[in-house]
């Protein structure tokens, strides 16, 4: 899933500024599971910002809105009105809803509310963790299932360095070090042979480095003689 | 063209190596400025003192007069420079460049570190690259010397970067089983030298030169044992209880500690002078110790900012006169 995190709330009303029509759009998909930007958090982000413009001597009219998912033309096409209504939209979602609010609604001015933090898991109650960096070249079949792109501090596609000390990385000893994680595991199941195996230099085209990417799927595509 | 076909490089260090030299090299820190001056200095204080000086590239993060730059002008003061190039700060493309530079500028050694993580410098916010590891630059750096190739495939088609090809290793750091086969990853990538971590735990250190010379690595390249002294009690507790994949014994420690103690703390300088004394003592012991482990074709002094101690203990530990030829 994305994991989002909300923004300060003093950030928040920075980017609103003078707008006087605000609407929240809550997102109940990845930010609403990690407790960022679901309807819960859209209606107290909504209160906070009321109370806070309040004390501020500012009449501003602040209301929100949740839909399912803010990434999809079909859930965010029935806020085409309370969008219009508005002079800013604070988006809840993570930074794919805020632009896909954008390009549907190319006259509002929309705002994010969340930071964007990663692709990652709740890995327990209060605590998400990174999991995946969609590099675009999935290498988990020779790393044991352990990503070293997401969970290394260098991306050590032949790790470890030698900062790697009882289990923990160098930069930081709250980050487990994912080629000790690696060599655990693969040692377990008796697959050293990979940890040995030169792995040459990584083709980064596939991922962002290669320019902004796209899925064309031609199987999928509508044709316009299948459209009717 | 090379510059003796019989050698890889045709470098010192590496014609000295081969032919069966205990070798000894150095370690120099370039200037946070453009100051030239500074590396000439420290190029004089180690002139004479050792066969080959390591340049290092950005350390720990913090921002320096590039290695490459600093190496040319410890070639003009008659220092071979071990030019040390970090996967931290560079792609592909600008290593190429980079390799193809310092060829032209007369550099030979060149050692590929995986580089410090930005968060220790003086730039954490910084985006860091690590297109490359270090294993492969080693491969990469073989192609372009063995194969006349950049890493891309396309031919190198006059004069192809020769170097005599160093790699680090950190014989203590976790996993301890597997140092050595990562040691041997590094081998066979294409190493010709290899430069270790800090040494103080000479025992350890012996059971990995073990597992080593089982391996047949110490053949297949030579292996410069890392030493440097320390400088006070609080470096060495620091290294023992701070640094990961460090290992300084309790004993050692306490060696330190007895060095100053009769020493009040307001006659600073004696009190200092006594721990360096200490230090060197205990970095020439080790050096000794180092030599009768079987593998071990030399030592990398690094003498972190205190360049003058590199020409004291190899003095001491008998390796003067340096350059050997």
């Known amino acids: ?228 | 063209m090379s510059d003796n076909n019989a050698y890889k490089s045709g470098s010192r260090l590496e014609k000295l190596l081969r032919a069966g030299h205990f070798v000894a090299t150095g370690e120099l820190g370039p200037p946070q400025s453009a100051d030239g001056e500074v590396i000439r200095e420290k190029a004089r204080l180690l002139k004479g003192k050792c066969d080959a000086v390591n340049i290092t590239d950005n350390q720990t993060a913090i921002v320096r007069m590039s290695s490459i730059g600093s190496g040319a002008i410890c070639i003009q003061e008659g220092v071979e420079p071990i030019v040390q190039m970090t996967c931290r700060d560079r792609n592909r493309l600008a290593m190429q460049s980079d390799l193809l530079a310092a060829y032209a500028l007369g550099m030979r050694n060149l050692l590929c570190l995986t580089g410090d993580h930005q968060s220790f410098g003086n730039h954490p916010t910084a985006k860091n690259v690590h297109d490359l590891d270090s294993l492969q630059l080693i491969d990469m750096m073989v192609r372009m010397r063995d194969q006349k190739t950049f890493l891309c495939g396309d031919p190198i088609k006059t004069v192809e970067p020769r170097f005599f090809i160093g790699a680090a290793a950190n014989p203590f750091a976790d996993p301890f089983d597997f140092r050595p086969y990562r040691l041997a990853k590094k081998v066979a990538a294409g190493a010709d030298f290899i430069q270790t971590q800090l040494i103080y735990n000479v025992e350890k250190f012996a059971e990995y030169m073990r597992r080593v010379r089982e391996m047949g690595l110490h053949e297949r390249a030579y292996i410069l044992a890392g030493v440097g002294p320390l400088k006070t009690p609080g470096m060495a507790r620091y290294m023992r209880d701070k640094v990961p994949g460090m290992e300084v014994p309790d004993a050692l420690v306490e060696r330190m500690d007895a060095a100053g103690r009769d020493i009040p703390k307001e006659r600073k300088e004696a009190r200092n002078a006594a721990w360096r004394e200490e230090g060197i003592k205990i970095a020439v012991e080790l050096i000794e110790q180092l030599r009768q482990i079987e593998g071990v074709a030399g030592v990398h002094i690094m003498s972190i900012e205190w360049e003058e101690g590199v020409g004291i203990i190899a003095e001491r530990a008998g390796l003067l006169p340096r350059p050997l030829s």
Do not use: H
Request: proline share 5%; glycine share 10%.
């Open chain 1, 1 to 228: 899933m994305i994991v989002g995190e909300q923004k300060p709330l003093q950030e928040i009303k920075e980017l609103i500024g003078d707008a006087e029509k605000v609407l929240v759009a809550g997102c109940g998909t990845c930010v609403a599971v990690c407790f960022a930007g679901g309807e819960r958090e859209a209606e107290i982000l909504t209160s906070a910002l009321r109370l806070a413009f309040r004390g501020d001597g500012k009449a501003k009219e602040v209301e929100e809105v949740t839909v399912q998912r803010q990434c999809e033309w079909e859930y965010i096409d029935p806020l085409a009105e309370q969008v219009a209504a508005s002079d800013v939209v604070v988006s809840l979602a993570c930074g794919i809803g805020v632009q896909t609010l954008v390009e549907r609604f190319p006259e509002a001015w929309i705002v994010p509310g969340l930071n964007t933090t990663f692709l990652g898991m709740p890995q327990e109650q209060g605590i998400w963790v990174e999991r995946c960096q969609a590099c675009g070249n999935c290498i988990l079949g020779v790393t044991a299932g352990i990503c070293p792109i997401a969970r290394c501090s260098k991306q050590l596609l032949n790790g470890p360095c030698g900062g790697s000390q009882d289990g923990r990385c160098e930069v930081n000893p709250d980050m487990e070090c994912a080629w000790q994680l690696i060599y655990d595991r693969l040692s377990k199941m008796g697959r050293l042979d990979l940890m040995v195996t030169f792995q040459p230099a990584k083709d980064w085209s596939a991922s962002r480095d290669g320019g902004p990417r796209k899925i064309v799927r031609q199987d999928l595509l509508m044709l316009p003689e299948e459209g009717y």
